[in-house]
């Protein structure tokens, strides 16, 4: 019996990919510097901000640190969270009927900071919709890949990791979420699958792809697959 469905945020509850894509890109015009997303992107995201930048300044021999590069590309990103970035289409409906078949815990589990999350909570009511079950990276000590985050949000709801379906977008999501035991809903929204396959075994070759079950929209079709995977897994 499913017992919580977590949820990564960015890229999967809300659709800020590109807007991280352009302040990333924006940044790096500044100092001559194409952004080499199909490479950087599948080893950034799902880290912290910091640990996303640190892998950028490197590869691009930005002559700042990360936490440098993360600092001057704050005020665009705030920004974006603040006004702009939406659900993700079709979300609300997906979680909705989700929410209501399977009658369990609900909680976002992310590797979204403090005050970004912030940001976007007051204009898209994050919390209230996951009845305050929020669980950040920074809230333990190792982040994803690590499997910490779920294993806390877990911990923290009084229910069984194994007996959760995680939503990932992001490879090192997705490892945590498999690492955890979890049942694991991979969206492809964020890459294609072939890019996601191939940086989950970069990330961790342990991990059993078959097992992972890819969407690459929240419609009836998928909703009816996640049901499936469910009870099946």
């Not at 930005?62 to 705030?78: A, W």
């Not at 490892?175 to 961790?204: Q, R, Y």
């Amino acid at each position: 019996m499913i017992q919580g469905l977590l949820f990564d945020l960015d890229g999967v509850v809300v659709d800020s990919e590109s807007y991280n894509d352009k302040a990333c890109a924006d940044l790096l015009a500044t100092f001559g510097k194409p952004y080499d997303r199909d490479y950087l992107k599948p080893k950034m995201v799902g880290k912290s901000d910091i640990e996303g930048m640190t892998i950028l300044v490197k590869h691009h021999n930005v002559p700042l640190t990360g936490e440098e590069f993360d600092h001057q590309r704050k005020e665009n990103k705030k920004k974006f969270y603040k006004e702009e970035i939406p659900y993700m289409e079709g979300f609300e409906t997906f979680f909705d009927k989700l929410k209501e078949h399977f009658g369990c815990p609900v909680a976002i589990v992310t590797a979204c900071n403090k005050e970004y999350f912030g940001l976007i909570d007051n204009r898209l009511k994050i919390s209230q919709k996951f009845d305050n079950n929020i669980f950040r990276s920074e809230m333990v000590k190792r982040h994803k890949p690590a499997p910490d985050v779920y294993l806390y949000a877990a911990e923290q709801m009084h229910i069984s990791c194994e007996q959760c379906l995680v939503f990932e977008d992001s490879p090192s999501g997705v490892v945590s979420g498999c690492l955890a035991k979890a049942k694991v809903i991979a969206m492809t929204t964020t890459f294609p699958k072939d890019i996601l396959i191939k940086n989950i075994m970069e990330t961790d070759n342990s991990v059993n792809v078959e097992k992972i079950l890819f969407i690459d929209n929240f419609n009836e079709k998928a909703l009816q697959k996640v049901i499936a995977f469910a009870n099946i897994s």
